[in-house]
């Protein structure tokens, strides 16, 4: 059963404050399927079910540069094998850890994790590096001695021409391939010489029930897979501890880089340190939660799923569209990152970006994808695309939320070609056509290109829909830098386009859109989850809009799990055909269908963003999946994952729906708004530290007796009723219950302090204002508990100070207002 816990501070396996609660997914060490994905900019590791490493990737090279690395002990005075007892995951954003107990009454704590640290330009990146830390504690009334082998497959995935030695200076083991001499990898250990090394070709000796012999401290006739053996020889007294670490550190280039980066991988205890603040540095960043776990949970591994794949390669910042299996990034899944990744590290987002404008084909057009080592592109020949239109919407949202205008500017020349050739592609009809007679990616224009024997090509209304989405914002760019002609020019297309959309591409029988009108000339009228991209991109009128939110919220579309590409009564179903486009449950789409309903049905909103988000911990051995880690799709009936482990392009299209579906913060319209949508169980909302031009936005909304009230620190038009505030003091304030939800928004005359609970039950608390500087104060307390405000006498600094008390009832909200 898997537990989503606040875990206590032990020894320095844990960094964080009762302000700053870290909370983890704690598990039976028999429950995974598979283990963790966790990337640094440099490399990324994949583990196994067991706990252990199966996997170091680089993506400068694109090669596992390292196997397994494993950790396997022998009691010293028997030779027999130690065994474990049952133990525990504990699922990090950063790291995964495993404890367990051996035979001997020593219990393990296991910490794994690739190396980061506050960076501040690309030659501060951290090296490629993974730490394997094990913390022992003998817990028996007894001397254990006991013997410790850790041991890792060196070739990975190269070619099998592998050469290894022990380098002393280094410390370890290093191995690279004969045919490409720059691959290096470097096996040690940390703090200390091994008591014993080898490099052989004898898998058993990790599996033997006998302890290993004495090792040969040389290279012995390894094959083509060579094994290396690190020894550690460990006596513990009743009550003692101690730390064994492993570093396995790569280089692409030469000995000379993997030598001058073994000075810059810090002591274990460092680099676990920094690589916890490098990621809450940017968890703390759009901060959304709501009375509902899931989502709460949702928008914090939404972000620490980005940070996993972000990727420095040779050609710059990127990812990949499968981690640790492919060296290409795709055009459309970069647009839909920058989506939110905006509101986590624009910086990404913009690099990533410009990557697209900087490999555009000559007469416009956007590629399909680059490959990160060396900027080989690709775009099965197709003459229009969606990666175009995407790209375009992306850096239009970018400028919306960073108020980046040098990047607008340097970007729009591309642009502005990208769309007038998409334009130049416009059948008799006025919609955009594509030409392709292929199958597959040489015959789907859009998303689900990978379905064999299938074709969608001619007048996609997902393509239509997103080029009249992006040339209204190429309008807006054009404005923006104040070429007013060429502002009218886009709109005037895009108004015609959206006019074609709705007169060619809507199905009289229905009053819904055609998948395609086809280059044979068929009306395709099958009824998909595609039906979303007019509402998401503003082409269908609002009625029609409404009425495919209530045709894609049919129980025929809906899983536990998310929604099916196709309904399950659809003559083309099958619950794995076509990689799931045909059937599946694809969890991208919950997010798209997430934003598009907020509008008009908050509560189906609020459940696509729950349920997809909590399937992945519900029961991740049956279900393929890992907790807090976005799957891929999943199988249409049983609901277990068949695609990736870790989807790079479901987490921020998640976040992205969070802000600004359900927190409302409306930025695609010429002016900025926030009308947060609240499901019908909602009754508050809160959002912090939500980057935005240059500086954050924090919002609370509430439903009071009179409405829906909506606090913030911008002066940005709300449908509910406002008050604005000069900043948000948050970090100002300490709260009782770690689970609560605590925001602090403050004028110079006044404070208002928000609790909201998500818990199933009523809590009692105790919110306290650390800068109160004057003598007294008038506070005010309002609780759903009772449901309107109760004036105090006035307070004294102290009481303040140390905690003003409330009753917060299951799913409600307190506030207390602090008045000078």
């Not at 009425?547 to 049919?554: A, G």
């Not at 976040?655 to 508050?684: C, F, H, K, Q």
Request: one cysteine or more.
């Amino acid at each position: 059963m898997t537990r989503y816990e606040l875990l206590p501070v032990s020894t320095d396996l844990a960094h964080h404050s009762v302000a700053d609660p870290r909370f983890a997914y704690v598990l039976p060490d028999t429950e995974m399927a598979q283990g963790s994905t966790i990337g640094a900019p440099r490399c990324c590791l994949v583990l196994k079910p067991t706990g252990a490493i199966q996997k170091i990737y680089s993506p400068d090279a694109g090669y596992d540069f390292l196997g397994a690395v494993e950790v396997h002990y022998w009691n010293r005075r028997s030779k027999i094998r130690l065994g474990r007892r049952q133990g525990e995951f504990h699922i990090h954003p950063e790291r995964q850890d495993h404890i367990f107990t051996l035979d001997n009454g020593v219990t393990v704590h296991e910490q794994i994790f690739p190396y980061n640290s506050d960076w501040t330009t690309t030659q501060t990146i951290p090296p490629p590096a993974v730490y394997y830390r094990i913390h022992f504690k003998n817990t028996s009334q007894s001397e254990v001695a006991f013997d410790s082998y850790a041991f890792c497959e060196l070739r990975g995935n190269t070619a099998h021409d592998v050469v290894a030695e022990y380098d002393g200076a280094l410390g370890g083991i290093v191995a690279w391939n004969r045919s490409s001499p720059s691959q290096l990898r470097l096996f040690a250990m940390l703090g200390g010489t091994p008591d014993g090394w080898e490099i052989n070709a004898d898998p058993a000796m990790p599996v033997s029930h006998f302890a290993p012999r004495k090792l040969a401290d040389a290279a012995t006739p390894a094959g083509d897979n060579p094994i290396g053996v690190l020894h550690a020889a460990l006596e513990l007294q009743p009550g003692d501890e101690r730390w064994l670490e492993f570093l396995c550190l790569l280089s692409p280039t030469s000995r000379e880089d993997l030598t001058a980066s073994r000075p810059r991988c810090p002591s274990g205890s460092e680099a676990s340190r920094s690589t916890t603040q490098y990621y809450w540095n940017f968890l703390r960043r759009a901060v959304l939660r709501t009375p509902n776990v899931d989502v709460n949970h949702g928008v914090l591994w939404a972000k620490a799923n980005m940070l996993r794949v972000q990727t420095y390669a040779p050609t710059g910042w990127c990812f990949t569209n499968d981690p640790t299996r492919s060296n290409n990034s795709v055009g459309r899944d970069t647009a839909w990152m920058s989506f939110g990744a905006d509101y986590l590290n624009p910086d990404f987002a913009r690099e990533s970006l410009g990557a697209y404008f900087r490999l555009a084909e000559p007469q416009g057009k956007i590629v399909e994808y680059y490959d990160v080592r060396n900027d080989k592109w690709e775009d099965y020949g197709l003459n229009v695309n969606d990666n175009t239109p995407l790209v375009v919407l992306a850096l239009w949202h970018h400028f919306s939320v960073t108020a980046d205008a040098d990047f607008l500017r340097a970007s729009y020349p591309r642009a502005a070609r990208a769309m007038e050739y998409m334009l130049s592609q416009r059948n008799a009809d006025g919609l955009i056509w594509c030409t392709a007679t292929g199958e597959a990616d040489w015959g789907i224009v859009g998303w689900r290109n990978v379905i064999q024997n299938y074709r969608i090509s001619g007048a996609s209304t997902e393509v239509n829909s997103e080029c009249y989405a992006a040339m209204r914002a190429l309008g807006r760019i054009a404005g923006a830098l104040g070429d007013a002609e060429k502002a009218r020019e886009y709109a005037a297309h895009a108004d015609a386009l959206r006019e074609a959309i709705n007169k060619h591409l809507v199905n009289p029988e229905n009053d819904l859109y055609f998948l395609t009108i086809d280059v044979d000339g068929s009306k395709r009228t099958e009824i998909t989850a595609d039906l979303i991209f007019p509402v998401l991109f503003g082409v269908a009128p609002p009625k029609r809009a409404a009425r495919i939110i209530t045709v894609l919220s049919d129980a025929g579309f809906w899983t536990d799990a998310g929604i099916r590409t196709i309904p399950r009564d659809a003559l083309a179903y099958g619950p794995v055909k076509g990689f799931g486009l045909l059937g599946g449950v694809w969890l991208a789409v919950s997010y798209w269908f997430a934003f598009a309903a907020a509008k008009y049905q908050p509560s189906a909103m609020a459940t696509a963003l729950a349920c997809s988000f909590r399937h992945f911990s519900i029961d991740p051995r049956r279900n393929n999946t890992v907790p807090g880690q976005f799957a891929e799709w999943l199988h249409g009936e049983i609901l277990s994952n068949q695609g990736m482990m870790l989807s790079p392009w479901d987490a921020p299209r998640y976040l992205w729906a969070a802000i600004e579906g359900a927190g409302g913060l409306e930025i695609g319209e010429d002016a900025v708004a926030i009308n947060p949508a609240l499901a019908d169980d909602w009754r508050w909302l809160t959002a912090i530290d939500v980057p935005f031009r240059g500086g954050s936005l924090a919002w609370i909304a509430c439903r009071m007796p009179d409405g829906l009230h909506v606090h913030a620190t911008a002066d940005l038009p709300s449908r509910a009723k406002r008050t604005i505030y000069a900043r948000d003091v948050t970090a100002a304030v300490r709260l009782a219950d770690p689970s609560a939800t605590v925001v602090a928004l403050a004028n110079d005359d006044r404070t208002l302090v928000f609790i909201g609970n998500s818990s199933p039950r009523t809590i009692a608390t105790a919110a306290a204002l650390d800068d109160a500087k004057n003598p007294h104060y008038r506070v005010r307390l309002f609780s759903t508990v009772w449901n309107e405000w109760e004036e105090k006498s006035r307070v004294a600094r102290d009481v303040i100070v140390e905690g003003i008390p409330v009753v917060v009832d299951a799913g409600g909200f307190a506030m207390v207002e602090i008045l000078a």
